[in-house]
């Protein structure tokens, strides 16, 4: 007898359907998975039987046969285990396969018919609900991050019987409920307060500008001067994540199999250690997997120390930088993983740190700062909007001044910033004025005469680029929108010029 259990499966960061075609016949006893299932695909006979015989039932002693359809996309993980155990209870009599119409299943079982929770469901989901799928069957464990999917039916269960049972009509149960409002709420009382720096105006301005428009930034100062500080208090100031950012965001995290809760409700921060290879960080493998720069999608990515990466692991970012995308090819195919994330960098000015300390003396040669900064490559330095000098705080004002402004006040004028960018961005596909290329520019830029002339005269002396001028344009106007001005003036272009060409960095 034949039955088809619906499932699914991931390829990149999207779900696809998957038919669990399973057939028992006469024969001699056989247990065959076919349609490209990788080892641990393989292995589910094992898991299968034991689940299906220690929950009461007695597995069919014929020629079974599971194919994976489609059979050309290579199967990978345990998910399969649940829609291959369900068929063959169906295609036992035990489970009448009528009741399995607009339901799929996904899930790892334990020997004794336990369900475990499988990486993935999200994206699984949403492909599901695309195609017209009423319920979605799921391990306990993964029926929060299912159910924030609107318009389909998740049932998590913790053991295969229950399923049996439910299927049959012998136990009642109702689809999990969630409320996205709650679920999107961020605690952020453990990152810190920018009131807790004190001192640092001009590196938290660069920050609040940075937060405002989604700018990439590099902090470079002495050791102790408060640049790692500085920026894991960043994502205090940032605007919260939209439903649709942190469905992205959490698709990505689901896949990579690091998601922690049911949803990513805060923008990430990855700050991973120079000591990290370039395929962790940009991603790939034999079995392609988001990297870094994808783990930070629509948050930040704090690279800390920044000359001691590997040259080779820093310039593997550029393209990422630039297109917001990851593309990895393989024999098998194309695989894009997005990486639209925020670079914010600290960097040392020199082997020792010092160079730029007025207390303390440099031991370094020019050689050696060459070599050390060297690593930073003028492509990479280009694709960074701002560069601030961070100074060492005085004693004195460590000891007696007052707290700093506090993220909550920060934090108003940023999202103010960005409602401004919102409505000046709500008939295009972008959000942010890092986002906008140079026909927004011309188109949105709102840059009077005066200040076009101010930027003409700084490329002619500072020799830039035609991406850093651009760039120069996007945090002028930025920083005009902190001020609530329709119009970008010399003022906004000469600081967003200073904070580009910084004379101790380039």
Avoid at 374 to 381: A, D, E, H, N, Q
Avoid at 413 to 421: D, G, M, P, S, T
């Amino acid at each position: 007898m034949l039955s088809v259990v619906k499932s699914g499966g991931t390829y990149g960061i999207n779900g696809y359907v998957v038919d669990v075609e399973v057939n028992i016949s006469q024969g001699l006893p056989q247990f065959t998975v076919v349609g490209l299932p990788d080892t641990a695909v393989k292995e589910s006979r094992e898991r299968v039987r034991s689940a299906i015989e220690n929950i009461g039932y007695k597995f069919p002693v014929k020629k079974i046969t599971v194919n994976l359809a489609p059979a050309d996309v290579l199967k990978i993980g345990t998910l399969y285990d649940l829609p291959i155990s369900v068929g063959i209870l169906a295609s036992s009599g035990i489970i009448n396969e009528n009741d399995l119409k607009d339901t799929a299943f996904i899930g790892e079982l334990a020997l004794n018919g336990d369900l475990r929770g499988v990486k993935g469901v999200l994206p699984i989901a949403i492909k599901l609900k695309e195609a017209g799928f009423k319920r979605f069957i799921v391990p306990l464990e993964n029926e929060e991050e299912a159910a924030i999917v609107n318009g389909l039916d998740v049932y998590g269960f913790s053991n295969l019987k229950e399923i049996v049972m439910f299927l049959n009509g012998d136990l009642e149960k109702q689809p999990k409920k969630v409320d996205v409002d709650e679920v999107l709420e961020c605690n952020l009382d453990h990152i810190g307060d920018f009131a807790e720096v004190k001192g640092q105006y001009t590196v938290k301005k660069a920050l609040e500008i940075a937060a405002a428009g989604f700018h990439n930034l590099l902090m470079i100062g002495s050791p102790g001067s408060g640049k790692t500080m500085l920026a894991r208090r960043f994502l205090s100031i940032l605007p919260p994540l939209t439903f649709q950012e942190a469905i992205e965001v959490t698709k990505i995290h689901s896949i990579a199999g690091v998601l922690k809760d049911n949803i990513v409700r805060c923008r990430p921060f990855r700050a991973p250690h120079h000591t990290i290879s370039d395929i962790a960080l940009i991603g790939g493998g034999s079995f392609p997997k988001p990297g870094e720069v994808s783990l930070a999608h629509n948050g930040v990515l704090f690279l800390d120390e920044l000359p001691e990466f590997k040259k080779s692991t820093l310039e593997v970012l550029r393209q990422p930088l630039e297109d917001k995308v990851v593309s990895i090819s393989r024999a098998s195919g194309k695989i894009e993983f997005p990486a639209n994330f925020q670079l914010i960098a600290a960097a040392n000015p020199c082997p020792c740190g010092y160079k730029l300390d007025p207390k303390k003396e440099c031991r370094c040669t020019p050689a050696e700062i060459k070599r050390y900064l060297g690593k930073i490559s003028g492509p990479l330095l280009d694709r960074i909007d701002l560069a601030v000098t961070v100074l060492p705080v005085a004693p004195e004002e460590l000891a007696n001044k007052p707290e700093g402004e506090p993220s909550a006040k920060i934090r108003d004028r940023v999202l103010k910033a960005v409602e401004i960018q919102r409505n000046r961005f709500k008939n295009e596909n972008i959000k942010f004025n890092s986002q906008m290329t140079p026909t927004h520019i011309e188109e949105y830029g709102n840059i009077t005469k005066e200040a076009k002339d101010v930027m003409l005269n700084a490329t002619k002396r500072f020799n830039l680029t035609a991406r850093s001028f651009h760039k120069v344009l996007k945090v002028a106007r930025t920083i005009a929108d902190l001020e609530n001005s329709e119009k970008v003036l010399p003022k906004h272009v000469f600081e967003a010029i200073n904070y580009k060409v910084n004379e101790n960095l380039f």
